[in-house]
């Protein structure tokens, strides 16, 4: 819980950072490296991790390096760890699931495991705190060379290239036989001078060292060793004999038929808590700024500062707060699902939809990923070692409703959808809202069916996926989570919003001099006619006032190019503002409704049902309302995620492919809905 989170130098890659007290006096910064089974890298985050093992990391040296491997799957795990001990580097194992390999039958002798490896071995169980202090002092241990390397290699590398691996280390002494042959296997994209680039590549063909013969005898003679460790470090039942719980469940929530519908129940009962959990806090909250804003409007005097502060700050601080709720409902339970082992389930169920499309399973976390926010999501794509399929994920991902659009979809299903129930106990509004996210994950999966003929990117792809145990979640993690989440929601969305707000309410209550001064003169000369109605004319004022504003004149232009779609200007300020985000709507819209109303107390919601065009038809009519919200499903409004797309493609083509496809899908899609529903 102690970490920051940033990049490694040079790549786009996460990297997590801690401090950590090994003991009283010494203490420790810990780099989480991203997960790898093996030396030999296919992915990006593999590279990552295979650079830093290989000192070819120039910012950072390792003095411990903590292999953390499954006890339930030791096999597979020793692997990688006896590949880390013949590098010859300090190696402490960090042995996880003790708790599962005890309820799969599997018992391990420690001592004996210490024995055959030559490394320290430590059982641990983060979630509950055991092992923390004895892995601790390995650590320190290993640090100050109390535990030292294997003198011997855990196979015998040097016989893999006996000439070649002895030149190699003729010129690089410090070096183990093991890491010599992958200086002869990956010298390429070490940080090598250009006069041993050349050492290397003649010392290879020289010997005529063949590196896929050489990994695979490596990996043979690694699994016929550790196949000995097995015997006499590892007791194992018959695997007949034991069927977990976990394989039980697998049996129907990955069954080809009952899978598909428990994930499209799993996902309708993820919206509906959405809707329904969130609706209580958000009613207080709304409740709570209105009758704010009333009270400050009574108390302070009738001037810019007033307006300023309730119309612009107030107002805006109200646009964020709102959503919290129902931020940290949906990330509470995708955390939930991540813990409880279902989300890796939805990868596997998925993948032969996701390749009819040009995809496959891999592409699934991303897009889930896509519904909490776009940017973190398209990141993620880098675990896809294909390329075209990872270009295809990073063009639809922002396609998936990120949690900005949820503040929007809330307002809008709340003022044209009735709150009805079907069957008694199926909401309306959560069918609605489910049909949003839905809409855009079909749509997704459509431009990628399309997108895939045009990308000429021929490659070979494979879909190897560990599917988790299942286990009760930890809330304290939960609970972490949606606090963590609610947080970054109002710093970093909070702060686009506020600042938009800010700069809303001044383009809404200036304009240009003459046009403002016009205005006042006729009200004040119909204020001065006998029997005058001044609350009416206070009203039509301030409404002039807005629309002769720069706002009003910003909006006013781009009406007509919107008109079609259903919308006035005051949307049309709307879709510009939340192009920096898209939950800036919300705020953009309590701004332009506040202005010039300070008297009214009514809701954000109450005061958008009650708005009108100037012939008196509401602007917000069931088939407007649906168009706007398919606008927002479809369109690109977040610069964020074309920042990002532009650094992870490393070209401004396909952020700009991107947009324009998107927007144009939006505007489209957006005037069918609104011609049907009209």
């Known amino acids: ?41 296919r992915k990006m985050d593999e590279w990552v991790s295979y650079k830093v093992l290989l000192n070819q990391d120039r910012d950072i040296k390792a003095d411990v390096i903590v292999a953390v491997a499954d006890a339930s799957s030791l096999k597979r795990n020793l692997l990688f760890c006896t590949q880390l001990i013949d590098l010859k580097v300090p190696v402490v194992i960090a042995l996880t699931m003790m708790d599962l390999a005890a309820k799969k039958g599997i018992k391990i002798d420690i001592p004996e495991l210490e024995r055959e490896l030559g490394v320290p071995v430590i059982p641990v169980n983060p979630r509950k705190q055991k092992g923390i202090p004895q892995l601790k002092k390995a650590i320190e241990q290993t640090s100050q060379q109390l535990y030292q ?49 050349k050492l290397v590549e003649s010392i290879e063909l020289e010997n005529h060292f063949n590196p896929t013969k050489t990994q695979a005898e490596e990996i043979l003679q690694r699994y016929s060793h550790i196949r000995h460790i097995m015997k006499v470090a590892v007791s194992e039942p018959d695997p007949l004999q034991k069927s977990l719980f976990t394989e039980k469940m697998d049996n129907v929530l990955l069954d080809r038929r009952w899978g598909y519908l428990i994930l499209l129940a799993v996902l309708f009962l993820l919206f509906q808590s959405v809707f329904w959990l969130a609706s209580f806090p958000m009613d207080w909250i709304e ?8 009270w400050l409007s009574s108390s302070l005097p009738d001037n810019r500062w007033a307006d300023l502060l309730i119309n612009g700050i107030i107002a805006g601080i109200g646009g964020i707060v709102i959503f919290v709720p129902q ?82 979809y809330t307002i809008l299903i709340a003022l044209v959808i009735p709150k009805t129930y079907l069957f008694g106990f199926l909401s309306t509004q959560g ?44 809330w304290n993690n939960v609970v972490q989570t949606m606090i963590e989440k609610a947080k970054i929601f109002i710093r970093d969305a909070g702060k686009v919003i506020m600042i938009i707000s800010l700069i809303l309410w001044a383009l809404s209550s200036f304009g240009p001099e003459k046009r403002m001064n016009t205005i006042s003169k006729q009200y004040e000369e119909l204020k001065a006619q006998p029997h005058a109605d001044t609350a009416l004319l206070k009203q039509q004022f301030a409404t002039a006032k807005l629309e002769n504003s720069y706002a009003g004149i910003m909006g006013k232009i781009i009406e007509p190019a919107i008109e079609p779609l259903g919308y006035d200007w005051k949307i049309g300020i709307a879709l510009i503002t939340s192009f920096a985000a898209r939950e800036v709507f919300v705020g953009t819209m309590a701004t332009l409704y506040s202005v010039g109303d300070e008297e009214n107390d009514l809701k954000l919601k109450e005061k958008m049902k009650a708005a009108v065009r100037p012939d008196g038809t509401p602007v917000f009519t069931l088939a407007s309302g649906v168009s706007l919200m ?18 992870e493609t490393r070209s401004w083509k396909w952020p700009i492919i991107q947009f324009i496809y998107m927007t144009g899908l939006a505007y489209v899609m957006s005037w069918i809905a609104y011609l049907l529903l009209k």
Not at 7 to 28: C, R
Not at 287 to 294: D, E, I, M, P, R
């Open 149 to 197: 390397a294997p003198a011997r290699d855990f196979i015998d590398n040097r016989a893999l290239a006996p000439k070649a691996v002895d030149a190699v280390k003729y010129h690089f002494s410090e070096l183990s036989n093991y890491a010599a042959i992958h200086y002869l296997i990956n010298h390429e994209s070490f940080t090598l001078k250009p006069d041993e680039q």
């Open 1 to 41: 819980m102690n970490q920051k989170v940033g990049n490694f130098p040079g790549v786009t890659v996460d990297k997590k950072t801690g401090a950590t007290l090994l003991s009283h006096d010494k203490k420790a910064e810990v780099i989480d490296l991203p997960g790898t089974y093996s030396l030999y890298p």
């Open 327 to 408: 931020i940290m409902i949906l990330f509470g339970l995708i955390t939930l699902l991540e813990d409880t082992g279902y989300m890796a389930r939805i990868g596997f169920l998925t993948d032969r939809l996701m390749r009819s499309v040009g995809l496959n399973g891999k592409s699934v976390m991303p897009m889930i990923s896509g519904f909490a926010c776009a940017v973190p999501a398209i990141m993620s794509a880098r675990n896809i070692e294909n390329r075209k399929e990872r270009l295809l994920t990073i063009l639809i991902t922002p396609l998936m409703s990120c949690s900005a659009r949820l503040p929007v």
């Open 431 to 474: 069918l609605v809202m489910m049909g949003l996210y839905m809409l855009g994950l079909v749509m997704a999966l459509i431009v990628s069916y399309v997108a895939k003929w045009f990308i000429k990117i021929n490659e070979k792809s494979f879909f190897i996926l560990e599917l988790p145990v299942y286990r009760s979640p930890r």
């Open 287 to 294: 409740t709570g700024f209105a009758s704010l804003s009333q």
């Open 630 to 647: 398919i606008f927002y499903v479809f369109a690109m409004q977040c610069m964020s995620t074309l920042a990002i797309v532009k650094r």
